[in-house]
């Protein structure tokens, strides 16, 4: 490493985000310090192992990580838009596709999800918080640490460049001599051990913590749907924990895992990656279904048709989706009997899938279906979705695939599936439980604007991708000549992108105009919904429930409204909570430290840094903590004040 | 709405020549372009299901057209209407599946009706960032384009010299992936003569765009001239000059009448992949410099043209 090669250099681009990265940086520490926030700062929220506050650092990270990726999803279609463009160079353009994919899976969908996943479940099951809060929190910090360490890549080093898959021997040290792809393995990791923490204390959380009466079966669907995903996400995680650290040998240890000479088998890669890539896709869409299942009957004034089919066709799913990896190499010459059999088990996903929809359909059928933003969000998934599920089955079918696969038409297939599945969910999760969280409602004809203008552009963006394909455009070119014919209709989708943009910028000025002018909710039920969580004031108390619901059903707080009989009974006791700690943020900022030398093979660094992990993670076992108790006397008063009632 | 633009685009493209890979002119192109449209006229049907219930449910029962005290009923579910969206689909399915492993099958194979003819064996392997055809039988050598007698089977077999490529002629037939460790076959077969694009459809890194070369496809006597041509004109390629190729990030296009399988064999038999020690070029794509991207328009280059891309 020549420390001239430290920072990127020669792009004016670059130079203009490095130069408002420190500007941004120096305005938050002199806003900061103006306004006298440091202390809030550590006390409300780094130091924080509240559900509700992790899961709004979450979304927020999302939403930011949101912009960064989108950011590099209009560099590539201004790029594509006209035929010979030198608006990038090859390298730049590499460098964007990789982080765009990087980012939006890891680092957008999956935190959204669980951002909304860490809100939303406790409140669902009627608990007062996630199994293990403390580990919450090292979750969400590692997951920090590893977004700030591969978004620092594109100013200090250089960003990984051979593909989001990062196929080898492309991204082998031979072919691949920048830190690029070493960012790849170490972000990666960090962050995947927070996501595979998250997993393992959500399960504990909706296996043991649930309300008295909410059996299996009386849970929330979008509980349900976790409860798979996060299933999915214990087997499929150690495999890019494997995967990635057998990349760091081989980079950086000179192993030949997956080299061209010494026995290394690129082939190896290609299907350890997509043995946890795969079940990934299911990991952010599995989610989605619940969040659609949720608002779909809430704003439909109807219970979920099919509760039971839609509980067994997510568990088929979920199994099916670690059978079917190789359909995403059918070209890698493994022979018909290979490539019949996960073409197959691929088309098989479209039977539990179509139930879903179906059941979706029917629960809006005889109901009383009112149009409000999250509704609008779900219903738009049923149609786009249902494109990129057919379009699913077209590339599912081995031989179609060697004329589509690494084409355009692939490219649209999978934006028809992850944004309408992933996406639009989140935004309509996020509009929906946004006054669960700040007490009031974000402007709904400012929230459907934003919409009508992201569904439509969409579709201007994405559609056309399905042509270019059969006209033969490969995905990742950086260029192409005008003989190709594929200049105007590269240029629809360039338009329809910048129609995508302009919605997302209106949504947040949505949201910043909702937090100035929104009138206060103070019903803690602005949806007239039907779940536990709405039961709670608004926003919740950090303690979630007063008392603990009853519950004999599914939909408890909707037959309570209906029948009368309360949810809870008895009087208040005090509420045991666990205390706030700096050590997750202290571990996942050493982790960072960490990781930033690893990528550089500064090995005397590492060491140290890797001491202090082990250090904090004995300071943590030695540590006696027993939480606190809130008073009645608090309780009392907090209810009182959210409910808005005067005593 | 998205229906009609979506069946509109379905009727515009099925008739269209410009879409290529819906513009066979080989067995194998041909067998998957009717998959395609099959597969596409199945999902149509479907999507006019799913959108007429979808627009039906949500016009009708909108909250707005509905009596203020209307209940909306309380319904569990409905086993037989459930067994339906769930049979119906899985002989769909099952359908889908009889038509992707027969057709799999056919364009893994040589094309039918052409089992008895000896296929012409054409190896191809990928350099960063080129492509060189070998013609064992004929004992040419070609980079970035390759010339092919119609109606005769042609028999790629593929490998790389670096990072994966995948070999793909869309109106010949669909692609296949070239890896440093092994040989990989792909089976094509022109019908008719013409210049088809060809393509690395596998990103490759930096030069991965400018991967396309030109299928020439000629009849069978106009195959023979040119063979006749090369051998007559071109030089032979020596060790020497095919290291200096793999080590350029371009070369434009080259012809010889001798071939590099001699001397630096591809990874099929006991040269295959997982047991030969330090292979050749692994040193020297080490030294690769990655920032000399300019192309070498070398004066070696025997062919006519000059073009690097084909078409």
């Known amino acids: 490493m020549k420390w001239d090669e430290f920072f990127v250099t020669g792009e004016p681009m670059i130079y203009g985000a490095m130069a408002s990265i420190v500007l941004a940086s120096l305005a938050i520490v002199v806003g900061l310090t103006y306004f006298k926030k440091w202390g809030y700062l550590w006390r409300e929220w780094l130091t924080t192992v509240d559900h509700k506050k992790i899961g709004i650092m979450y979304i927020i990270a999302a939403l930011l990580m949101l912009f960064r990726g989108g950011m590099d999803g209009l560099l590539m279609r201004a790029q594509l838009a006209i035929p010979e463009n030198g608006l990038l160079d090859a390298q730049h353009y590499n460098e964007i596709f990789t982080t765009h994919g990087l980012i939006m899976i890891l680092f957008m969908a999956m935190p959204f999800v669980i951002g909304l996943m860490n809100v939303v479940i406790p409140l669902q099951i009627g608990a007062r918080d996630v199994a293990f809060p403390r580990l919450n929190a090292v979750s969400f910090w590692l997951f920090f640490a590893g977004a700030m360490l591969l978004n620092i890549s594109f100013v200090i080093g250089g960003s990984p460049d051979a593909g989001w898959t990062a196929y080898f021997p492309l991204a082998s040290i031979e072919l691949s001599p920048t830190v690029g792809n070493n960012y790849y393995s170490i972000a990666l990791q960090i962050a995947g051990i927070g996501t595979l923490l998250t997993s393992v204390n959500f399960l504990v959380t909706i296996l043991k913590m649930r309300a008295p009466g909410m059996k299996l079966m009386r849970m929330p669907m979008f509980t349900w749907s976790v409860l798979i995903t996060n299933v999915i996400i214990l087997f499929a995680f150690p495999v890019l924990t494997v995967s990635l650290a057998l990349m760091m040998f081989d980079r950086m240890f000179g192993a030949q895992f997956f080299t061209m000479a010494n026995g290394g088998m690129d082939m190896l890669w290609a299907n350890l990656f997509w043995v946890w890539g795969h079940p990934e896709v299911y990991i952010v869409i599995l989610p989605a279904f619940g969040i659609y299942s949720e608002i779909i009957s809430t704003f439909s004034r109807k219970n979920l048709y099919g509760y039971k089919s839609m509980v067994y066709s997510m568990v088929i799913i979920s199994l099916l989706s670690f059978l079917v990896w190789a359909h995403h190499f059918y070209t890698m010459g493994h022979g018909v009997t290979v490539n019949g059999f996960f073409s197959i088990s691929t088309m098989a996903i479209a039977v539990p899938t179509g139930v879903k929809i179906f059941n979706w359909l029917f629960t809006l059928r005889k109901g009383k279906i009112e149009f409000t933003t999250p509704m609008l969000y779900s219903l738009a998934f049923i149609p786009i979705f249902t494109i990129g599920g057919v379009t699913g089955v077209m590339l599912a079918m081995a031989s179609a695939d060697y004329q589509y696969h690494n084409t355009m038409f692939l490219v649209a297939h999978f934006h028809y599936v992850l944004i309408p599945g992933t996406v639009f969910a989140v935004l309509a999760g996020f509009y929906y439980w946004f006054p669960k969280l700040f007490g009031f409602r974000l402007n709904d004809k400012q929230g459907k604007r934003a919409f009508w203008l992201i569904a439509v552009s969409f579709n201007v963006t994405f559609l056309p991708l399905f042509f270019l394909g059969l006209k033969g455009m490969t995905r990742r070119t950086f260029t192409y000549s005008a003989e190709t014919g594929f200049g105007p209709l590269n240029m629809l989708a360039s338009i329809g992108a910048v129609g995508l943009a302009l919605g997302f910028v209106y949504l947040v000025y949505n949201i910043y105009w909702s937090f100035r002018y929104a009138p206060r909710d103070t019903t803690g039920d602005p949806w007239d919904a039907r779940t536990l969580e709405w039961s709670t004031p608004s926003p919740v108390p950090e303690y979630n429930f007063a008392l603990i619901p009853k519950v004999d059903g599914l939909d408890p707080f909707w037959n309570s409204k209906k029948t009368g009989q309360p949810l809870t009974e008895g009087e208040y006791e005090e509420i045991h909570m666990p205390n706030n700690s700096g050590q997750p943020f202290i571990l996942g900022m050493i982790f960072m430290a960490f990781g930033f030398c690893m990528v550089f093979s500064w090995w005397v660094p590492s060491i140290v840094f890797g001491i202090g992990i082990v250090i904090m993670l004995a300071v943590r076992s030695f540590e006696r903590d027993h939480g606190r108790h809130i008073s009645v006397k608090e309780i009392k008063e907090t209810e009182q004040r959210l409910r808005g009632e005067q005593s | ?311």
């Open chain 2, 1 to 311: 709405m998205l229906l009609v633009v979506f069946s509109a685009l379905l009727v515009l493209l099925t008739g269209c020549n410009s879409l290529a890979v819906l513009n066979p002119k080989g067995p194998a192109a041909k067998t998957q372009s009717e998959v395609i449209i099959f597969s596409m006229i199945v999902m149509a049907i479907i999507l006019l299901v799913v959108y007429v219930l979808y627009i039906f449910i949500i016009t009708k029962y909108r909250a707005s057209k509905a009596a203020p005290d209307y209940e909306p009923p309380h319904e569990e579910g409905n086993w037989l209407l459930e067994m339906v969206w769930i049979v119906i689909p899985i002989i769909i399915v099952t359908v889908l599946s009889v038509v992707t492993v027969r057709s799999t099958s056919a364009v893994e194979n040589v094309a039918a009706g052409y089992e008895n003819e000896k296929p012409l064996v054409i190896y191809a392997a990928s350099s960063d960032w080129k492509w060189h055809f070998s013609y064992p039988e004929e004992g040419i050598e070609t980079v970035n384009y390759v010339n092919i007698p119609t109606h005769r089977p042609i028999e790629f077999r593929l490998y790389s010299y670096g990072a994966i490529s995948s070999l793909w002629i869309p109106q010949l037939g669909g692609q296949k992936y070239a890896m440093s460790d092994m040989v990989n076959t792909l089976h094509l077969l022109a019908e008719q003569p013409g210049s088809y694009v060809g393509k690395n459809a596998n990103f490759s890194g930096k030069g991965f765009s400018q991967m396309e070369f030109e299928a020439l496809a000629m009849s069978p006597t106009e195959y023979a001239e040119w063979v006749k041509e090369v051998k007559d004109t071109a030089s032979d390629l020596t060790e020497e000059e095919f290291n200096s190729l793999l080590e350029m990030n371009f070369a434009g296009r080259k012809t010889y009448k001798s071939t590099h399988l001699e001397f630096n064999p591809p990874p099929e038999g006991e040269n295959a992949g997982h047991d030969h020690g330090g292979s050749s070029d692994s040193d020297s794509s080490t030294e690769m410099d990655h920032s000399e991207m300019d192309m070498d328009h070398s004066n070696m280059d025997h062919s006519e043209e000059n073009a690097t891309n084909g078409n």
